[in-house]
């Protein structure tokens, strides 16, 4: 029987992402103040970041596959993968492609964003942590999606773990951080695939034939992690991991009215057929912290205590959303009448 892999998913994007907190903002979500430096292309459209507390405080370590908000002057809010953190914690590094769909946020980036300007961040968030436990890995990491797996790679070599890096790329010029992943000690791992010269890539041959205690860590768009699903299909549940970095929003509205209770304030509030929890909560005075409002970031996922939910994230791996032990406010909904909320 063909089974169909259970995938850790992130989808990210470059949507419109109002900032819902305006000057209130900082305090509420410990917001960091950081300077720009370093800002220059490093491939065709892609620019690097890096990003330094203004305070002069050291930031705090992050895991591979981490991503943080950066809250742009403009007011928009984008999340990106965190490239390097500075052993002394000094900065954080990003890499920003421009998407061509832009309405403000890669482009002022790319277009605007220049040394010195001072920006904001939140705390790391992982939602595409690496599992170290496995006994080999294979990356494939398309465009700008090389991001998160760069830290992933470095760490595998660190723990000396068997390890294929596979860096798919429309043109060499459009491929980031070729310096770093062609010199000691990734470039032994790598493998470039540039469309323009080679075509399209062989993902069966990339991934090889099921095999237990091989992790799949794929990032880039839509198209490729599908291809690399489909490629899969045959494998075990848990092999495959990834995060997307373009995507359609979840749909947050249409739905049947229900109610959820909030066990710590006793509260039942009605959440109708066309709003979100979040809305309905807001409404009611209770307060959720959200980013993207688009079911990607995760800053609104709640406990869940009892009721059923129509999970509508990408957050959350298919078996953490059966297990209905957490639900995320902005897009998702209810299958039972109630939902019991840890809140
Ligand atoms: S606000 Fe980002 S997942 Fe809900």
Not at 14 to 30: L, S, V, W
Not at 52 to 65: H, I, K, S
Not at 166 to 190: G, I, T
Request: hydrophobic share 40%; charged share 25%; with cysteine.
């Amino acid at each position: 029987m063909k089974r169909r892999p259970a995938r850790r998913a992130h989808d990210r994007s470059d949507r419109p992402n109002p900032d819902p907190y305006g000057e209130r903002m900082p305090e509420a979500m410990n917001r960091t103040s950081v300077a720009v430096a370093n800002a220059r292309l490093i491939a065709q459209d892609i620019k690097q970041l890096d990003l330094t507390p203004t305070d002069g405080r050291a930031l705090p370590p992050v895991e591979p596959g981490a991503h943080l908000d950066l809250w742009l002057p403009n007011g928009q809010v984008r999340q990106y993968s965190i490239v390097a953190r500075r052993e002394d914690g000094a900065s954080y590094r990003i890499a920003v492609l421009r998407d061509p769909n832009s309405r403000g946020g890669s482009a002022y980036v790319v277009e605007t964003v220049e040394d010195g300007q001072v920006l904001g961040i939140s705390a790391p968030r992982n939602h595409f942590a690496l599992d170290e436990g496995a006994d080999d890995y294979v990356l494939i990491a398309g465009g700008i999606g090389v991001t998160p797996l760069i830290p992933m790679a470095r760490r595998l070599s660190e723990r000396g773990k068997p390890f294929a890096f596979h860096y798919l790329s429309r043109s060499r010029e459009r491929a980031a951080f070729l310096d770093v992943l062609q010199a000691k000690p990734l470039n032994r791992h790598l493998g470039l695939h540039f469309d323009d010269a080679q075509g399209r890539p062989d993902l069966a041959k990339m991934i090889g034939p099921p095999r237990t205690g091989r992790r799949i860590y794929v990032c880039g768009p839509s198209g490729l992690i599908d291809a690399v699903l489909d490629a899969a299909r045959e494998w075990p549940s848990d092999a495959v991991r990834f995060e997307r970095f373009t995507r359609d929003a979840a749909e947050p509205g249409a739905g049947a009215a229900f109610e959820v209770e909030l066990t710590r304030s006793g509260q039942v509030v009605s959440v109708g057929p066309e709003e979100t929890i979040l809305d309905a909560l807001d409404k009611a005075g209770v307060a959720v912290e959200s980013v993207c409002k688009e079911g990607i970031c995760g800053s609104c996922m709640v406990p869940m205590l009892s009721g059923e939910a129509d999970h509508r994230d990408s957050v959350q791996t298919e078996a953490e959303q059966q297990a209905n032990d957490y639900i995320c406010v902005c897009v998702s909904r209810a299958i039972s009448p109630r939902l019991v909320l840890d809140l």
